[in-house]
């Protein structure tokens, strides 16, 4: 597809469960974004990689959270134990990661429920 | 520590008239500003950017206006169309890092 593409659209879990969202970018970028959305508030950072590495982890609220890119390009959002407070919309935006005049391009996000 | 904030977070605006959004930072690192827009249930869709050497750029009907001494950034939309109806985020970065949101300004047209 020409877009970035986030799977599942929608999420409900239990509290306790271990979840993984996907989000496979646009071809080419090398650059890729999570970013969570609580209601009412703006996108908050996560986690961004550089091709296959994490070049900026610092957005990850604690060690349930883990993100991985294996191939550069696309990539998991993994959270173990998810609490009620996880609750949110997950997106995920791609780059050409040229650093300068970037631009993110975002999914339509997944929507988390933890009951 | 919000380094991006909308304070307003929404206006209503006449069909045909201007829309001004406000947005203001902290951080005097920042050098390159964006502004985007969402629909419900939908991912935000980038719309006009501004890096820091400028102090306007202008698309279409969209304008962004940066006053870097003030750390204010301003999108005018004029004329302001139903279609604009969404919740406008503006967005700042340190260029090659990660980019802040602010918490966004919902804006509705009035047909």
């Known amino acids: 597809g020409a877009g970035v593409s986030q799977t599942p659209s929608n999420k409900v879990t239990e509290k306790g469960k271990y979840v993984e969202l996907r989000c496979d970018p646009i071809s080419g970028h090398t650059a890729l974004y999570w970013y969570r959305q609580s209601l009412g508030q703006g996108p908050e950072f996560l986690i961004y990689?550089?091709?296959?590495?994490?070049?900026?982890d610092s957005g990850l609220p604690n060690d349930r959270f883990f993100a991985v890119r294996p191939e550069g390009s696309v990539s998991t959002l993994k959270i173990q134990r998810t609490e009620r407070g996880d609750s949110a919309v997950y997106l995920c935006a791609s780059s050409l990661g040229t650093g300068d005049g970037e631009k993110l391009f975002f999914g339509s996000g997944t929507q988390l429920s933890v009951l | 520590d919000q380094q991006v904030k909308q304070n307003s977070p929404s206006l209503s605006v006449q069909e045909g008239r201007i829309s001004i959004l406000n947005c203001d930072y902290t951080n005097s690192m920042f050098d390159y500003f964006l502004w985007y827009k969402k629909y419900p249930a939908e991912g935000p869709t980038f719309l006009i950017s501004i890096s820091s050497i400028k102090d306007k750029n202008e698309d279409g009907r969209f304008t962004v206006f940066l006053n870097k001494s003030a750390k204010h950034l301003s999108l005018h939309i004029v004329p302001s169309q139903p279609g604009d109806s969404a919740v406008y985020f503006c967005?700042?970065?340190?260029?090659?890092?990660?980019?802040?949101f602010g918490t966004g300004t919902s804006l509705t047209v009035i047909p």
């Open positions: 990689f550089q091709g296959t590495g994490a070049a900026d």
């Open positions: 967005a700042a970065s340190v260029t090659g890092n990660q980019f802040y």
